[in-house]
């Protein structure tokens, strides 16, 4: 049987070509694995790695999973570990499902660096660009100017089972409730900002509901377009405003119409930009210190206990920067 | 079947093999000549330790194909098996459970994985409906349910031991892929050493037939969804282990890639026709494509396209070999 007697010598071959292993690189090699590849928030994020990666001199680029699957990010962390990497970042899937892989990282001597996860283990260090409270009262605050501090108004949420967003509202309503009395919550908050339509309905019944409605905060990103279609279509552009985190790419001709006043959110490359400068710094030994001045970060109040460094770094979308929010694909 | 056809069947089986292989070694050369740190101690090891619950799945995939069927829902039956042992471990006390408490979680876990194989066998023996439509139905369930009763959240926080189960090595080889490896044998001597495994191909060839040869098509049809149950059990309970936490969804990604698994493994779409060996080599190449692109840190964008041009390349080859083999006979 020839076939059998080559398949043979050629597997038992295969497997016997195993070199030793290679040295390992002192210098900083940072492999990002994001949640989704492909998506225009990991592209920025990409970009913003190539970068900073491009300014400090140093090794770094980013891997995408074909599908949001926490085992895929897994086995693209099991192959940087593979490679010998110096510093893996992640922005987890499932923060859960990585602990094993990113210990065995760390025990390897690798630096593990992750954003938009506060309660992960093993890690060097986790990353904000902006805290729920903050992120949450700055819109409260716009909203307040934009109302002249009297008013009524509503809040959607993406859905009532989503923490982050509902603490932003948390804290959003908080701190309308101590700084400007004069601002009126008129229900509790609805969960319909993950969907066009349901916000757009919502928001119809409501003005029908609230003749002095004046203001909708809408945390999610179909929230401000729904509640800014409604507002168009009652003619009221100006007389209610409408806040919250949008897509600038998606809400830049209501923005640019004067229906939707604006929001914030952070930028994706900047907290790619933020990776490797944090990579590079625990990778060459000079650790993160309270009150350091990190580009990208600001003056750091790390939390040394839950090794959280929360900045707020936020982007202003409205009118002036719109534009170029949409041409980063965002 | 004639005496000839038979030959040819088997040297195109063996021309599987040999066309596998060969691919195999000419990605792991290049790749090797790609990036220094691909044939290392360190990238192996690593590949070991991701193949297997891919691979899991795929042998969960293999045998429902082979009788002409598919089965859509390994993952998630996986995943419910896994939420099976997580919770048995967790009323035990969580991280201070004991090894009784995870063979009985274990047990309890083999019982929805094979009960729900169990079920699609019986809906697709009797009802005679479409195996892709029952066992689509039986993903939607299983995700439902586990949804409901998890809430979609993680269950974590198991004893050590499991831990080690997962993470650790038996003389240098890491546990899953013992594990992988004996399952894979296992299935081939089902395959061909059984009735079952000989109903199972004959079921896949021609289910008519097949009644009318005195097998008990519906007995066959259920044992053997029943047996990619319990496989998908197995799966669950290495993920579990190896994510140290059980979530809906985990893995559920792997479902069209084990459907490419034993397609690239030269199992016949249509049923009938396939062996584990090839399976579990294309398998590996699978592993090595993406631990490969991985290393040398290709584009990410670049690299589905690599996917693809492999996986071509792999068909072109294939057919290469089926002609030149037929031309020396």
């Known amino acids: 049987m020839n076939f059998r007697k080559l398949t043979i010598t050629l597997t038992s071959l295969a497997v016997g070509i195993v070199s030793s292993a290679g040295a390992m690189a002192a210098d900083t090699e940072l492999g990002v694995v994001v949640k989704i590849g492909g998506i225009p928030w990991f592209n920025a994020m990409e970009a913003g790695i190539a970068e900073r990666a491009k300014e400090l001199g140093v090794k770094a680029f980013m891997i995408g999973p074909t599908s949001a699957d926490p085992a895929l990010q897994v086995r693209a962390i099991e192959d940087l570990i593979a490679r010998g990497v110096t510093a893996i970042g992640v922005v987890p899937n499932d923060a859960e499902a990585l602990e094993p892989v990113l210990a065995k990282a760390r025990s390897k001597g690798i630096k593990v660096i992750t954003h938009e996860s506060p309660d992960q283990k093993n890690i060097d260090w986790n990353f904000e660009l902006a805290s729920a ?24 949420v993406g859905s009532l089972t989503v923490p982050l967003h509902n603490a932003w509202a948390d804290a959003a309503i908080a701190y309308l409730e101590k700084n400007y009395p004069g601002m009126k919550l008129v229900s509790e908050r609805y969960g ?48 209610i405003h409408v806040l919250g985190p949008l897509s600038p790419g998606q809400g830049m001709r209501l923005i640019k119409a004067g229906v939707i006043s604006g929001g914030f959110m952070w930028n994706p490359k900047e907290a790619g930009r933020v990776f490797v400068t944090l990579a590079d710094m625990v990778v060459q030994g000079k650790d993160v210190t309270a ?29 002036d920067t719109v534009d170029e929010l949409a041409a980063m694909g965002l | 079947m004639t005496k000839t056809n038979r030959k040819k069947i088997k040297r195109y089986m063996e021309g599987e093999v040999a066309g596998l292989s060969i691919f195999l070694i000419v990605i792991v050369i290049a790749f090797s000549l790609a990036s220094p740190k691909f044939l290392t101690g360190a990238n192996l090891s690593s590949m070991a330790i991701q193949l297997p619950e891919l691979g899991l799945l795929t042998l969960a995939m293999l045998i429902p194909i082979l ?56 809906v697709v023996a009797y009802t005679k ?31 050590q031991f499991v831990q ?12 899953p892929l013992l594990v992988f490896i004996a399952c894979a044998i296992v299935w081939h001597i089902i395959l061909s050493r059984t009735r079952q495994g000989f109903g199972t191909y004959m079921l896949g060839s021609n289910i008519m037939a097949t009644a009318y040869s005195g097998i008990s098509t519906k007995r066959n049809l259920i044992i053997l969804y029943t047996l990619s149950g319990l496989m998908c059990s197995v799966a669950g309970i290495i993920m579990l282990s190896r994510f140290n936490s059980v979530r809906v969804g985990h893995g559920e990604s792997f479902l069209l890639i084990t459907v490419l698994a034993c397609f690239l493994g030269a199992v016949n779409p249509f049923g009938g026709f ?14 090595v494509l993406t631990s490969g692109l991985n290393i040398l840190g290709s584009n990410q964008h670049l690299s589905t396209a690599l996917w693809g041009i492999f996986l071509i390349a792999v068909m072109v080859l294939r057919w290469a070999w089926w002609r030149f083999s037929i031309k020396i006979k």
């Open chain 1, 291 to 319: 009150g350091m001045d990190i580009p990208g970060l600001g003056v750091v109040n790390p939390d040394f206990r839950t090794r959280n460094i929360i900045a707020n770094q936020m982007v202003t979308i409205n009118e």
């Open chain 1, 192 to 239: 319909v900002a993950e969907n066009v339509d349901d916000s757009r309905k919502t928001a119809l019944d409501l003005m029908s509901a609230h003749p002095n409605l004046n203001g909708f905060l809408g945390f999610g990103s179909q929230g401000p377009i729904g509640a800014g279609r409604a507002i168009q279509e009652r003619r009221k552009a100006g007389k």
């Open chain 2, 274 to 287: 396939g062996r584990v060996v090839p399976v579990v080599l294309a398998l590996i190449i699978l592993q």
């Open chain 2, 164 to 175: 080690n189960i997962g993470q650790g090595e038996i003389g240098g080889i890491p546990i």
């Open chain 1, 133 to 156: 409270k903050g992120f949450g009262e700055a819109h409260a605050k716009l909203l307040a100017e934009k109302c002249g501090g009297i008013g009524e108004y509503a809040v959607f």
């Open chain 2, 67 to 122: 009788s002409g069927g598919l089965n859509l829902s390994i993952t998630y039956t996986a995943n419910m098996s896994g939420l099976a042992l997580a919770w048995t471990l967790q009323a035990f006390g969580g991280p201070e459970a004991g090894v009784e408490a995870f063979i009985l979680g274990c047990v309890l876990a083999f019982s929805v994985g094979a009960l729900s194989g169990f079920v699609i066998g019986f």
């Open chain 2, 129 to 159: 409906a479409h195996p892709i439509l029952v066992s689509l139905s039986m993903m939607i369930l299983m995700r439902g349910i586990g949804e409901f009763m998890s809430h979609g959240k993680d269950i974590t926080g198991f004893p």
